[in-house]
Each structure stands twice: as structure tokens, then as C-alpha cells.
């Protein structure tokens, strides 16, 4: 058997159940990513920040922070500890849209995760970082 067709089929099959989630939200997958990332972090986030947890190409975050700048939804600081930085929050009209998003894929996941179980889910994770840290080990020593 062919572990890592299954493993990408799998892997697949939870980023399809995703991608139709964020569908019916009405956005895009890289949207999405940045109005969750802001709505999730109310202190602020740095667009490197957004690129490095979603592995989104700065470029496209870059520009979606400047698409929901030009329309009232976040607003960019200096960061107080590199002046070459800038923090993004939500505007009031930003956190009215990103807010509910937040919330109910907070909602989507609390249930499925309910129904999957506590005890399955601890062990899908538990699973899941041993099994790359495993491939991860593999890659170093592999030519």
C-alpha cells in the first residue's frame, strides 16, 4: 500500500471540507486566511506573521491588506519593536464582517470536534505531530 497516496488523499479530503466551508462563507481561501488571522488576533498581526501560519506568498497577502485598507477594514501601525514592521487591526467595519466569520467557524469546529470526540481528537493530533516530526526526521537524513 501506498502510505503517502493515502496520506494525501486524506489531507485532501479535510482541505476540500475547508474550502467549501470558506465557500459558503463567500470568500476566498487567502481572504479568508487574512480577515480570520486579524478577527483571531486583536492585538495585532503582521502580514509576515499571516504568510508564515497560512504559507500564503507575501505578495498575495500584501495585497489583500491593501484591497481591505482602501475599503475602511484595517488599518496598519508601527510595530513598537521594529520600525520596519507594521501591526494590522480590524477597523470597527472590519471587526463587524471578520467577527462573525470568526465565530462561526469557531462554532463549525467546536461541533464537528464534539462529535468526533475528545478522546479521537487528542490522539489525531498527538498522531499527526509524531507522524511529521517522524517524516521531517526522514527528509534530513534522506538524499
Not at 491593501?66 to 520600525?83: C, N, V
Amino acid at each position: 500500500m501506498n502510505y503517502f497516496n493515502e496520506l494525501g488523499n486524506a489531507i485532501a479530503q479535510i482541505d476540500g471540507a475547508v474550502e467549501h466551508w470558506i465557500v459558503k462563507l463567500g470568500l476566498t481561501y487567502n481572504h479568508f486566511a487574512v480577515l480570520y488571522s486579524l478577527a483571531d488576533n486583536a492585538d495585532g498581526i503582521t502580514q509576515k506573521q499571516i504568510c508564515d501560519e497560512w504559507y500564503i506568498p507575501k505578495q498575495t497577502i500584501f495585497n489583500i491588506c491593501k484591497e481591505y485598507k482602501e475599503k475602511g477594514l484595517l488599518e496598519f501601525y508601527p510595530s513598537a519593536t521594529d520600525k520596519r514592521e507594521k501591526i494590522m487591526r480590524l477597523t470597527d467595519a472590519g471587526r463587524a464582517i471578520a467577527k462573525p466569520i470568526l465565530a462561526k467557524t469557531h462554532t463549525l469546529s467546536e461541533q464537528a470536534f464534539a462529535e468526533f470526540g475528545t478522546e479521537k481528537t487528542a490522539q489525531l493530533f498527538a498522531l499527526m505531530h509524531e507522524l511529521s516530526a517522524i517524516f521531517n526526521r526522514h527528509i534530513e537524513h534522506h538524499d
